[in-house]
């Protein structure tokens, strides 16, 4: 069983509509949670982090973790076309420390 | 500067070439680190440095040998590298309080033929 486990999708939406993406883990001891954004053929592009449990928003990005679940979720509002990418949730068990990834997610905005 | 740079862009090379991957950063972060890629796959990390010293290999192959000879750079030396070593070598770097996340490069996409 993979550390963290993310559906490799595709997921298709509308244009205009919440695109909602989770991960699953089974490490109790991650404490350190991302969401990268990855373009084909480009490097990982940090969308939002978080420490611990909570909700964090940052413009049409909300990410979400539940630690007691092992659950962390990303939720993106009024979807665009250049939304289209693969979605990569990461996490660490220390500040500084190794990334473990999720196999991401391939999202698809239709216009 | 809040970018970690990458040089070069794509490289190819034979199995018997030497050829060197670089990487910049200057946000003061004092851990980078190198990742691996391979196509419809998420990165798996080779080496990690803090503060300098190298502190994580994950068990990579001699014929990748990193190198970083000051805090803002960051090198992998590739030498006798296989077909199979074909891949997209990214570059990362975060501060050792890690409260910003992880900034990746764009990477290098090599290819050994």
């Known amino acids: 069983q993979k550390e963290v486990e993310q559906d490799p999708g595709p997921l298709s939406v509308p244009e205009g509509a919440i695109v909602s993406l989770n991960c699953t883990y089974s490490?109790?001891?991650?404490?350190?949670f991302m969401w990268y954004r990855q373009y084909s053929r480009k490097g990982p592009e940090l969308l939002m982090y978080t420490y611990s449990s909570g909700n964090k928003e940052d413009g049409r990005f909300t990410a979400q973790v539940d630690k007691s679940s092992k659950y962390i979720s990303l939720f993106i509002r009024d979807s665009q076309p250049s939304d289209s990418a693969t979605y990569l949730c990461a996490m660490s068990k220390a500040a500084g420390n190794k990334l473990t990834f999720g196999g991401g997610t391939r999202v698809l905005v239709k216009p | 500067d809040t970018e970690v740079t990458q040089t070069p862009k794509h490289l190819v090379m034979g199995m018997t070439n030497k050829k060197s991957l670089k990487c910049e950063q200057h946000?003061?972060?004092?851990?980078m680190y190198w990742y691996k890629q391979k196509a419809k796959k998420p990165p798996e990390l080779m080496f990690v440095?803090?503060?300098?010293?190298?502190?994580i290999n994950e068990s990579v192959p001699s014929r990748f040998s990193p190198e970083c000879p000051n805090s803002s750079l960051l090198n992998l030396h590739l030498h006798a590298l296989q077909p199979e070593d074909s891949a997209l070598y990214l570059c990362a770097s975060s501060s050792q309080g890690g409260r910003y996340g992880y900034t990746f490069g764009s990477g290098t996409r090599l290819t050994v033929v």
């Open positions: 490490n109790s001891a991650f404490q350190y």
């Open positions: 946000m003061g972060h004092r851990a």
């Open positions: 440095y803090s503060y300098e010293k190298l502190s």
